[in-house]
C-alpha cells in the first residue's frame, strides 16, 4: 500500500485497497491494516501525511495542518539561511509565514490545476472594441483553463524530431518549457510582490539574490516528507 491507498479509505464505497482480488490476493489489506499504516504515518511523518491530503483536496482542516506545520518547520530551516536570521524577529516571522503559505500553493499545482483565464478574468465573456461581448475564446466560457503546459499538454515530454528522424521511430524529450512537470509552476513574482506589500521592501534583484533559495528549498521540503510519508506506509504494510 502507498500515500494514494489511503485516499481510497477516505473515500470508500468499499474499502478495497489492494488491486487484487481479496480471495486471491496473499496481501489484502483490511481496514484495520490501513487505519495502523495511516496513524502511524501521520504521527511519524505528519507533514508530508498533511501535505499530501491537503494537496488531494481531503479538507480544508488538511491544508491549514500543512501550512501551519510547514511554518513550524521553516522556523527551524531559518537557521541556515543568513539573509533571512538578519531580519528582525517580526519581520522574519511574517516572511516566514508568507513563503509557507506560497509554498503549499505551488506544491499543490498539477497539470490538472484549474486557474482563472488571463484572457477574460474570469467573466467568461470577453468585449470587442464596439462594446460587445463574445464568449471567451480561450477558455470557451468556463472562467477557468487548466494548468497544463502548453507546449507538451502536461505531458512532460515532447516530440524529438531529430532523434526521431534519425531512429526512424517517435523519440521523445524533456518538455524544456515546463522542465518535465508538465504544468507551470505558481508564478515566484507574485511572492515577492506580496513580501514586498505585506512584510518589507524588496526587488527583484534583492529577492533571486537572499530569499528566492529560503522559498524553493521550502517547496522541496514538501515534496521530500510527502516522498517520506509513502515509504513510511509502504514499509508499515510489508510489516518492517
Not at 115 to 131: H, L, N, P, Q, S
Not at 176 to 197: E, I, K
Request: glycine fraction near 6%.
Amino acid at each position: 500500500m502507498n500515500l494514494e491507498s489511503i485516499l481510497k479509505f477516505h473515500f470508500p464505497k468499499s474499502p478495497r485497497l489492494s488491486d487484487e482480488s481479496r480471495g486471491t490476493s496473499p496481501d489484502a489489506l483490511n481496514t484495520t491494516d490501513a487505519l495502523t499504516a495511516a496513524g502511524m504515518a501521520q504521527s511519524r511523518v505528519e507533514l508530508g501525511y498533511s501535505a499530501f491530503l491537503g494537496k488531494m483536496e481531503l479538507s480544508q482542516a488538511e491544508k491549514h495542518k500543512a501550512v501551519v506545520l510547514l511554518t513550524e518547520r521553516l522556523r527551524a530551516m531559518a537557521k541556515d539561511y543568513e539573509y533571512v536570521m538578519e531580519l528582525d524577529e517580526d519581520k522574519r516571522n511574517d516572511l516566514i509565514i508568507l513563503v509557507a503559505v506560497f509554498a503549499f500553493r505551488d506544491y499543490c499545482q498539477s497539470a490538472a490545476t484549474e486557474k482563472t483565464c488571463m484572457d477574460c478574468g474570469g467573466y467568461k465573456f470577453t468585449f470587442d472594441d464596439y462594446g460587445e461581448k463574445h464568449l471567451c475564446k480561450k477558455c470557451k466560457g468556463h472562467g477557468k483553463v487548466r494548468n497544463h503546459c502548453k507546449r507538451c499538454k502536461g505531458r512532460g515530454e515532447i516530440p524529438d524530431k531529430a532523434a526521431s528522424e534519425a531512429a526512424e521511430m517517435p523519440v521523445f524529450k524533456t518538455c524544456q518549457h515546463c522542465g518535465g512537470r508538465g504544468y507551470s509552476r505558481f508564478p515566484v513574482d507574485l511572492v515577492r510582490r506580496a513580501v514586498n506589500q505585506l512584510v518589507f521592501p524588496v526587488s527583484r534583484t534583492t529577492w533571486w539574490k537572499k530569499y528566492r533559495a529560503f522559498y524553493e528549498d521550502a517547496i522541496t521540503e514538501l515534496f521530500k516528507e510527502e516522498a517520506r510519508a509513502d515509504n513510511e506506509i509502504k514499509r508499515v504494510t510489508r510489516g518492517e
